[in-house]
């Protein structure tokens, strides 16, 4: 009888937090609708958490600090996060995530440090897959860079394209990624980064499946590093041949880049349905989470 009314319990606790998780989904449809000002992401609770980078061997189930070989005697490091039923057999999709810049604090109260612990968006975008949060690393090899790649004014990307492309072939040759199933992801610097880094070069853009470009797009503004002009992105881009963007932000910020790139099949756009810039939307049940969870699932089973 109490093992009964356990089930019982349990089942009622699941039936009202997908209550809760539809209520929330449909409040933030009807902002959105109606032109309201969007929500803080504060006003609606989070149903997943990442877990905290701790020191220690990989693991099922575990987020741990990781250097990819050739960097063991420098600062340099990535996040990993084996999902809890990862066993080292078979081969399954991979995130690789990018931050963004460190010493951010909005109005808010959205906060950023830059590193690659702080990220959040590969996790609320697919727990079963294997999850790299990269960082971008200074001039000098041996530093993470927490604002922009490299150091000013030149910002050399080359040290982080070295680390990322070394990090990918690593993480698919030991934990048993796939190497034709591998994503791309970041937020603000590292939405940008996605093009200007990941399409850098052509060794490096055959890397990638797939991208998702969190607040910010490659090309549509100035930056402060060299090439940050519409040209300059435009031929990066041309090294997507064909493959999948999908390109949301805070607010109308995705519409933005929509202006610029126009209408294609191979650009999804979306709102997050908040108002903060603030990659921990994602850990909150939502429309367009709904929406890039199911994009991902179809992508990386094509």
Not at 4 to 32: T, Y
Not at 41 to 66: F, K
Not at 204 to 228: E, M, Q
Not at 248 to 258: F, L, P, V, Y
């Amino acid at each position: 009888m109490a093992a009964r009314a356990r089930l019982a319990a349990r089942k009622r606790d699941r039936d009202a937090g997908e209550v809760n998780r539809r209520f929330a989904i449909a409040a933030l449809g009807a902002a959105i609708a109606h032109g309201q000002e969007l929500p803080d992401i504060r006003s609606v609770a989070a149903d997943l958490v990442v877990p905290p980078m701790s020191e220690g061997a990989p693991a099922a189930g575990r987020r741990v600090r990781a250097v990819t070989s050739g960097w063991e005697n420098t600062a340099v490091y990535h996040a990993l996060y084996l999902p809890p039923d990862w066993s080292g057999d078979g081969k399954r999709p991979v995130i690789v995530e990018l931050p963004g810049n460190g010493g951010f604090r909005s109005a808010h109260g959205d906060e950023c440090n830059g590193r690659p612990e702080g990220c959040n968006l590969g996790f609320g975008v697919a727990q079963d897959a294997i999850w790299v949060s990269a960082p971008f690393v200074a001039a000098s090899g041996r530093a993470i860079a927490e604002k922009w790649w490299g150091d000013a004014p030149a910002y050399d990307p080359e040290p982080t394209l070295a680390y990322l492309r070394a990090t990918v072939r690593e993480v698919c040759a030991r934990f048993g990624g796939d190497a034709s199933r591998v994503v791309l992801a970041g937020f603000s610097r590292g939405s940008i980064a996605v093009n200007y880094i990941g399409l850098h070069d052509d060794e490096t853009a055959k890397l990638w499946r797939a991208f998702i470009c969190y607040s910010h797009f490659d090309g549509v503004r100035r930056w402060p590093y060299p090439g940050s002009d519409s040209a300059a992105a435009r031929a990066r881009l041309a090294r997507l041949a064909g493959r999948e963007q999908f390109i949301c932000g805070e607010g109308a910020n995705a519409d933005e880049t929509r202006k610029v790139l126009g209408s294609s099949p191979g650009f999804t756009f979306a709102s997050t349905g908040f108002r903060n810039h603030n990659d921990a939307w994602i850990l909150r049940p939502s429309e367009t989470r709904a929406q890039l969870r199911e994009w991902f699932r179809a992508v990386i089973a094509r």
